[in-house]
């Protein structure tokens, strides 16, 4: 069952040891996703309102900090889509409490955004908004790109279905199937295409699926989703349906107080991030160019979310203040050589 959760929790500064960058564009980024999101009537209009102001294209700007203009103002659309999806259906949506009925209607979404010439939803905002994302993608992205897009897609909405179900059942989940899922519920996969579209390379399926390249890409997903529950606690706990952030499973399953729980997701966080600077740096010799290309790549996304989160007002949350750091440390908490206690990520350890 749920527990009742304080006003406030102090976020100390976490390690991060990936530098801060920023796309040259990102002022017109910003101004032309705010507009896109106005145009297509992206969520309902009181979240719309919140949404433009959250700095979401400055967002997308901090995690491709090079590349075509056009290509970063897809990234903040499709973000600012994936908010209208997760805010208004899944989280204060009556769908979010129904998965079954939530799985029928992500899946004609996904299938619009696989088939833009379907007739699917017809004037469903979301629909309409995906369908245009997805024409502009295909000028940009080749077509494996774009299948990795709707794959990405896939498994977030396989994820939000099994939020769901926890919100059904007003259950909290273990940390293992947490972790796993929370490699996906946070749509990390979904946007990391846009890494090789705005960089204009892409890996071969041998340099993608080489099982140092896949684990970074894991750890880096595991980084960005424990630092978005880190710095969305205070937000989140607010909801009726709080049921998914690793502070609220870490203590469900270890006991002790909320506290005590942030410190232990940070140490988490913390050791991945480590083993992830470990690994690069220790088999860089052995990558292609591509391959260390795409490493950088996943920092700046790591980095981007980190900046973004301390500075927008979706977690500040000026009206309601979250006390969160202004800065990062250098200095991890954590940064033993050994796998984290949770199988879905032991093979971490195991290259």
């Not at 910003?30 to 700095?55: C, F, M, P």
């Not at 939000?160 to 519920?185: C, F, K, Q």
């Not at 705005?198 to 390249?213: C, F, I, Q, S």
Request: net charge negative; hydrophobic share 40%; proline share 7%.
């Amino acid at each position: 069952m749920m527990t009742s959760l304080p006003a406030t929790l102090t976020v100390p500064p976490v390690y991060s040891p990936f530098p801060p960058r920023i796309h040259a564009g990102h002022v017109r980024v910003q101004e032309n996703s705010t507009s896109w999101a106005q145009q297509w009537h992206i969520g309902s209009d009181a979240l719309r309102a919140h949404l433009v102001q959250q700095d979401i294209g400055v967002f997308a700007a901090r995690v491709l900090p090079e590349g075509p203009q056009e290509v970063v103002e897809l990234l903040a659309e499709f973000i600012l889509w994936l908010f209208g999806v997760d805010d208004d259906i899944c989280e204060h949506g009556e769908l979010g409490r129904h998965p079954g009925e939530l799985a029928a209607q992500l899946s004609r979404l996904l299938r619009v955004a696989q088939e833009p010439r379907s007739p699917m939803l017809d004037g469903d905002p979301l629909a309409v908004g995906v369908r245009e994302l997805r024409g502009r993608l295909a000028e940009y992205a080749t077509p494996g790109q774009l299948a990795r897009w709707t794959d990405g897609i896939r498994e977030y909405f396989f994820s939000l279905v099994w939020e769901a179900h926890h919100r059904s059942m007003g259950s909290i989940p273990g940390l293992d199937d947490y972790t796993l899922i929370r490699l996906y519920n946070g749509a990390a996969t979904a946007a990391e295409p846009f890494l090789e579209i705005a960089g204009g390379y892409e890996l071969t399926p041998r340099e993608r699926h080489h099982p140092l390249v896949r684990a970074l890409a894991e750890m880096a997903y595991f980084v960005i989703g424990w630092d978005n529950d880190i710095f969305s606690f205070h937000k989140e706990n607010r909801g009726p349906y709080y049921f998914m952030n690793a502070v609220q499973v870490v203590r469900a399953a270890d006991g002790g107080s909320l506290r005590d729980a942030l410190d232990r997701v940070i140490a988490q966080r913390d050791r991945v991030t480590a083993h992830f600077l470990r690994l690069r740096d220790r088999h860089e010799a052995e990558l292609t160019h591509h391959q260390l290309r795409y490493i950088g790549d996943l920092g700046c996304f790591i980095r981007g979310n980190q900046d973004w989160a301390i500075t927008s007002d979706r977690y500040t949350s000026p009206t309601d203040p979250a006390d969160l750091p202004t800065a990062f440390t250098a200095i991890p908490t954590d940064e033993r050589d050994e796998p984290l206690p949770i199988a879905a990520v032991h093979a971490w350890w195991q290259l």
